[in-house]
């Protein structure tokens, strides 16, 4: 019986708007220390298995950002599962289970998202032992956190505890007295006096107990499994929903570790350090007489504040977020009004990181698109092809190497080359400077998946 892990990292982000963007979410974007979110949650399961039994189940747009940022750490390309369509956990759940069980019938299965804050790793691990042992035992464990407030965004969870066990003895874990899904405050609050925890949102057990529940709880998710027409016909539904809130088999292990749900610029704020004034600033921020906040400018603009008091500011290139500390969660809301007012700010960042340097979109409009492209010292992209536009690059700063066809061409700068449609290329920088590039794009179609690639240093062919 194997130890296996499933990290959920499909969601799109948005409450993090606008530095998470439905193209490019949060669990892509360094948020605190030196990793981003899905490296950090990877990098903590390795501590109690290998990386090969690591799984990740994402979404099409994501794959390869996903494997650029964790095959350093471990992550078996075949690892990464695709699900059918975004419904909410409880498909994504069933249909990675699913996957992971014809690699390993008795799999037993610890499934975490990639947006929790954890710490120590210690504590986790400490009580991911306990769950496991748990689990063998065919329940369906999860951590339960102490709530610090009335909140309504979580699941709340209440022990069945005999004298015995009081204090609570971190032994094994407990029996469920309730499981209640995001109640209002009063109700939430009430919830608190009574003992309850917060659930987590992470759960360990066997793939074959987790199967059985969802097929006795919500059949039609099971059913779908059997064809992806089904899959994109579900009407989405949370694990939490779907199963736990009606399931006898829940067991809970009360949390020694601190925990965190990344789900909004006020969680953010709440596990960022703060200065005296309990601000949060970076450098590209100048502020007098504020206190309670989180302002972040870019790189490229300064952030002036004054008099500011629980609110949030956010710079990016082109978007900016004012907010009152307490009202981030109707991000939400606002997505949905650019969507109906087609803005591109609520899919994507103008510039965009790729593993050889970035691409800023400076223009676009019917039939054509213009980018600047910065290739960073010694790198290359990949040797591919476009089936619907071509392409003209002129070299702004630095030597361009090109590959085209069978042709190898060197371009300094004011120098240009055309690129048509469906002919192999290659752009490389060969030199110890960046190289800085204006690509324009003409074309029917000009999104970019119309790509090709035939050679690629960073493994992307088979993503």
């Avoid at 392409?391 to 702004?396: C, K, M, N, P, T």
């Amino acid at each position: 019986m194997a130890k296996q892990a499933l990290i959920l990292a499909g969601g799109a982000g948005t409450r993090l708007w606008p530095i998470s963007r439905a193209l490019y979410p949060k669990q892509l974007l360094k948020l605190f220390g030196n990793k981003t979110l899905i490296q950090h949650t990877f990098s903590r399961l390795k501590k109690i298995l290998p990386p090969q039994n690591i799984f990740i189940i994402t979404n099409p747009t994501f794959k390869e950002d996903v494997f650029l940022q964790l095959k350093d750490l471990g992550l078996v390309k075949e690892n990464i599962l695709i699900e059918p369509a975004q419904k909410n956990t409880a498909p994504a759940i069933a249909f990675a289970t699913q996957k992971i069980m014809e690699k390993d019938k008795e799999a037993i299965i610890l499934t975490s998202p990639v947006d929790h804050f954890i710490k120590p790793d210690s504590e986790f691990i400490k009580d991911a032992k306990i769950a496991f042992r748990s689990a063998t035992k065919n329940f369906l464990v999860t951590f339960g956190i102490k709530p610090t407030s009335a909140s309504s965004e979580y699941g709340y969870i209440g022990l069945k505890l005999g004298r015995a066990e009081r204090p609570i003895k971190k032994i094994s874990a407990f029996e469920v007295k309730r499981f209640t899904e995001k109640p209002d405050p009063q109700e939430a609050q009430q919830l608190i006096s009574e003992g309850y925890l917060w659930n987590s949102g992470t759960f360990v057990w066997k793939g074959k107990t987790i199967m059985a529940e969802i097929k006795k709880y919500i059949p039609r998710v099971y059913r779908a499994l059997k064809s992806p027409r089904l899959f994109n016909k579900l009407n989405p539904v949370s694990i939490d929903r779907g199963v736990l809130e009606f399931s006898k088999k829940v067991r809970i292990v009360p949390a020694t570790f601190e925990w965190q749900d990344i789900g909004s610029w006020k969680t953010l704020y709440q596990i960022l350090p703060k200065n005296s004034a309990r601000n949060i600033l970076n450098e590209k921020v100048l502020e007098l007489d504020c206190h309670n906040c989180l302002i972040q400018g870019t790189q490229n603009r300064l952030v002036a504040a004054i008099g500011l008091d629980n609110l949030v500011v956010v710079d990016t290139e082109d978007a900016v977020l004012v907010s009152h500390l307490d009202k981030t969660h109707q991000i939400k809301g606002l997505l949905e009004k650019m969507k109906l007012n087609n803005a591109p700010q609520y899919l994507k960042h103008p510039t965009v990181s790729r593993p050889w340097g970035s691409y800023t979109v400076i223009e676009e409009g019917d039939n054509f698109k213009v980018k600047k492209v910065l290739v960073k010292p010694k790198e290359k992209l990949s040797l591919q092809l476009h089936n619907k536009r071509s392409e003209h690059w002129v070299v702004l700063k630095g030597m361009a190497k090109v590959e085209l066809d069978k042709s190898t061409i060197y371009l300094s700068a004011h120098q240009s080359i055309d690129i048509p449609i469906g002919i192999k290329h290659r752009l490389e920088n060969p030199n110890k400077d960046f190289l800085e590039i204006i690509e324009v794009q003409s074309g029917k179609y000009l999104g970019e998946d119309d790509i090709t690639r035939i050679k690629d240093k960073y493994q992307r062919l088979e993503i």
